[in-house]
């Protein structure tokens, strides 16, 4: 686990209709971060069904809201937004500003693409377009899926050289992100790097959607053996907003799908290659069922042993500063979620999903 959660927890922020929102409480944290729940974001990512322009619509109710709550608190300044090809035209940001009427001084575009080794493991980055104008004191926003972070660091290396060069600064940055506890020590080391340059910076504020996830580390292929490094999404180690957790657990398959959002690319432009790497993870662990641990497997999704009192639990769900009434009730619907996976096999899970996921887009 990274060192800035180790000992943090989550708080309740504001609620607004069928939005939640959690700040990250922490020793020394430089930084804002906060997770926030919606229905449609649940459903966005407990469900590989949902593709396309869907994608996009899931994460508009809840940007609206935390760029209401933000722009409420002062957090907002002259705007220009950053969007880093494709991931990021899976954010309503622009639109989100829009339908809050929080003016937009420039868009500006980078691209900046992984590269990958012959066993499909990450091994550098490129920048191969730009298009980027500056805004004098600017909030500068970005809606990115952050798996390692390095593609995000790169672009904001990028982006305030640019800046620097041409002699403005950036007051603060406004992060939307499907994202993992990776890019917390990056942009805690980062906004110290910026306040050497501007000296008021007043840091990043990040908005994870459903939680703060974890990665498969190097050389971690996961307890089946398929998962992908640095890329594939995992509870464990991570935070998970309580309504995200119940919903999975309401749902039983969905907590064994391979990554919390997949390629969130190909699932928005390119339909048919993220229908071709659901089945193809699915088709991977019916082969292997009978060989993998499901003790272990459950384990690992779950993010702790099986075996675990109410106060461990709280402690490595980081749910300590939240009402014990509610969360205990979480705790009891996750031990009869783990008894009820005694009465079905892993084939028939995978068998089950194949069929669903095929039989839900037959059409593409």
Not at 108 to 133: M, P, Q
Not at 251 to 269: P, Q, V
Request: glycine share 6%; charged share 25%; proline share 3%.
């Amino acid at each position: 686990m990274d060192n800035n959660l180790i000992n943090a927890h989550i708080i309740s922020e504001f609620s607004s209709s069928d939005v939640n929102c959690y700040k990250l409480r922490g020793s020394d944290l430089l930084n804002n971060y906060y997770i926030i729940s919606s229905e449609k974001s649940r459903r966005l990512m407990n469900c590989p069904e949902v593709v396309g322009y869907e994608v996009y619509t899931s994460l508009l109710g809840p940007s609206c809201k935390a760029l209401n709550y933000l722009n409420n608190n002062g957090k907002i300044h002259s705007v220009s937004i950053l969007n880093i090809l494709r991931g990021a035209l899976n954010f309503p940001v622009e639109e989100a500003c829009h339908l809050n009427n929080i003016s937009i001084n420039d868009i500006s575009f980078l691209s900046c693409e992984r590269t990958f080794d012959k066993n499909g493991d990450i091994n550098g980055l490129a920048v191969k377009y730009e298009k980027i104008d500056t805004v004098p004191d600017a909030t500068l926003m970005i809606g990115d899926i952050l798996a390692s972070g390095e593609t995000l660091i790169e672009c904001l290396r990028h982006v305030t050289d640019y800046y620097r060069q041409n002699n403005e600064r950036l007051k603060n940055i406004i992060l939307f992100t499907i994202g993992g506890s990776r890019a917390i020590p990056l942009l805690e080391d980062l906004t110290n790097e910026l306040r050497g340059y501007w000296p008021d910076f007043e840091g990043f504020i990040t908005v994870f959607y459903e939680g703060i996830f974890s990665c498969y580390e190097p050389g971690d292929y996961g307890v089946s053996g398929i998962n992908r490094p640095l890329i594939d999404f995992i509870w464990r180690d991570g935070i998970i907003s309580p309504e995200f957790r119940h919903q999975t657990l309401s749902m039983r398959d969905a907590l064994f799908e391979k990554c919390i959002i997949y390629d969130g690319g190909a699932r928005r432009f390119n339909i048919k290659e993220h229908i071709d790497e659901v089945l193809e993870f699915w088709n991977g662990i019916l082969a292997r069922a009978d060989e993998i641990d499901m003790q272990k497997l459950l384990e690992e999704k779950l993010g702790h042993k099986l075996s675990i009192s109410f106060e461990d639990w709280c402690d490595s769900c980081h749910y300590n500063s939240l009402p014990k009434d509610e969360v205990k009730d979480l705790y009891q619907q996750e031990l009869k979620y783990i008894e009820s996976l005694n009465e079905i096999t892993l084939k028939d899970i995978a068998n089950k999903r194949i069929e669903e996921f095929t039989s839900a887009l037959k059409n593409y």
